[in-house]
């Protein structure tokens, strides 16, 4: 038997746009993502010669394939023929579950990322992406993480100019939303705002934190309901009142996320607002999860 640590770290939407209803029923994205350190942790153990075994420290999580780090390990083996012997796999959530971070994704992708180490072999990351295309729209960009441009499904990436490297503060209301009925919603509204994607694009080419923490907006923030939607704003301007260089939400919410270019003003966020929000964090911002692109 092997074992293998590997990581899962959380992705923010600095931007997020909707174009289009496609035929399919998935929606046309626009979406600039950006991976920081609040990580999951998932231990591989291969040659175990028992069926796939899977565990975690969230009891109501499933453990079965509608688990997507499960999921993930079966596409693996079908996709790539391999055969890890039996496999068991144990994750430690730290990243907050239904909260736009795409935690469920990134531990897809890091099961994809270490049965790939674990079992010594060389498939790609576009291999490993467009397995993961199978799992879930946002495993493929989840995969190599850093500071992304996503278009399509999710699935089309493009790699950007890093983010200058920042302090985050995210804190998760005690609501979630329903990804696929929050999609539904905004179907039947008029989005008001768009974000200025290609001037945030020019900032981070311009290396320009404040350019792109001024250009962050997610059109979800105008589906929420009303309440939800006024709890969303009050966290925003707290983060702001704290010296956030910007704030918006994440995915379909509901982490609210704050840009610091000053470790005491992020600390001072992160203090006001842990004791009104359990689930809140001050983390950094990451580069790329996998070395290069082959
Ligand atoms: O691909 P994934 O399973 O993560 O998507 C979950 C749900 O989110 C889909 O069933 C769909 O309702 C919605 N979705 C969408 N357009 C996308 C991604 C997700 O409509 N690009």
Known sequence: MAVTEVFACAKLNLSLDVLDKRPDGYHEMKMVMQTVTLRDKLTLETGTGAPLRMQSNLGFLPTDEHNLAAAAALAFCRETGADPGGLSIRLEKQIPVCAGMAGGSADAAAVLRG???ALGLQV??????EIGALVGSDVPYCVGGGTALAEGR?????????LPHCQVVLC??????????????????????RPDTAGLLAALEAGDLPGVARRMYNVFEDALPQRRYQEICAIKTALIQHGALGASMSGTGSTVFGLFDRQAAAEEAFAALKPLYRETFLVETTGRLMKKKV
């Open 124 to 129: 790609s990351q576009q291999r490993l992406e």
């Open 154 to 162: 999710g699935e089309i990436l493009t790699p950007l100019p890093p």
């Open 172 to 193: 998760k209301p005690a609501f979630s939303v329903s990804t696929p009925e929050l999609f539904k919603t905004l179907d039947g509204c008029r989005i008001r705002r």
């Open 115 to 117: 049965l790939n180490e």
